[in-house]
């Protein structure tokens, strides 16, 4: 009789986990979705039209015929539904500092997933409120497309708007591309991925400041690259007056190229960051060996200036997708990028600084411990050089143009006049009675 009893129990026990796991195998969750939408103030009427592939979305009550097809027929409450709890209940749009509510949804469609009516506003508008598909259109659920257009109440379309879009239920990958579309302004385009956070559409001069301040103190802490580079070039030299100059050269540095990079004034072709990234590292190991051999600190903020050059690039490589976030105010935030960059390396100046020289004086030789820092930091980026080298040989060499020759003929003018100018002042700050050079701090 006990047997009996434990083989029901264990029969019911494997029932129950059988019926527990049979809604989360048959949700399927897809890998990418994009979800396309426009935004366009009007009058006092903010349009927002979105269209997101329905694929992950199952949890929604579908009228069907008998042989699975959607019943177009009645369709219409099952995507105004999809569209509330799906869509609208995650989105959040601002006007100035205020919630907009009162979302009207004013239309709906169920489109094919060949329909291309989202290629303009236009065409979207008159496809999303024009008729829907015919009734006998055999299509399943997991292939449509939903349309929706709603609208909100707004004080002005010339406020300033801002959406926080968190769709990320949708998808393992979810990204949310707005068109952004002001009453007589250029249309913006932005392409968030995930939870990208409250994103102002037409941000401010000031918002743009702080957005781009805060993105470069985070970058210079997060690039372990520029920060080995950065410890290379403090660690023979510790003393304000040595160190301003060399900082200085290469904030200037790659200040230059990072505008340069942002106008569009640099190659793009796909080689490029591999071999910048190649570079970064080659400068490492460079900054590592000149310690090694022969610190001199006269010098050192003219290779500096050189290496800034090259990291200036690295960094437009993390702006390109960020400077969407700009607005109209490029070169400002480009300008704030490089203040939140200066910020980054001051706070690390202020607490690796204090912490050599206790090292220095207290643990062990500086002569000994400049050399031991720089072959381990020179180890691992020769690691990477070597690394990034495999990456940039996978490209093809490519193939030079007329247009090409001229463009590098006017860079290699550029930094001819550079090295230049560089070299002059670097002879003008001499003096006889400076010190030596190689002569380490004390």
Known sequence: MSSKVAFCRLALLLAALTFLAVPALAHFIPRDVTVLSFVKPEGNTLKVLMRVPVKGIEDVEVPRRANEYVDLTRIEPALRDTARVFLLDNLSIYEGDTLLANSNIVAVQFSL??????????TALAHITGPPLPADTSIFWEQGILDVLVEYPIQSDRSYFSIDAQFERLALTVITAIRFMPPGGIERVYELEGNAGLVRLDPRWHQAVGRFVVMGFEHILEGIDHLLFLLLLIVPFRRLRTLIPIVTAFTVAHSITLIASAYKLSPQALWFPPLIET?????????????????NAAARWVITFAFGLVHGFGFSFVLEHTLQFAGSHLLTSLLAFNVGVELGQLLVLVIVVPLLNYMFKHVIAERMGTIILSVIVGHTAWDWMIERFGVLQMFPWPDVTTADLASALRWLFALVA????????????????????????E
Do not use: C
């Open 113 to 122: 997933e060949s329909d291309r009516s989202f290629e303009n506003y236009d």
């Open 418 to 441: 550079l090295t230049a100018g560089v070299w002059l002042v670097y002879v003008l700050t001499q003096r006889p009675g400076d010190r030596k050079a190689g002569e380490p701090a």
């Open 279 to 295: 570079l970064i590292a080659m400068s490492i190991v460079y900054m590592a060996l000149e310690n090694v051999v022969k610190p």
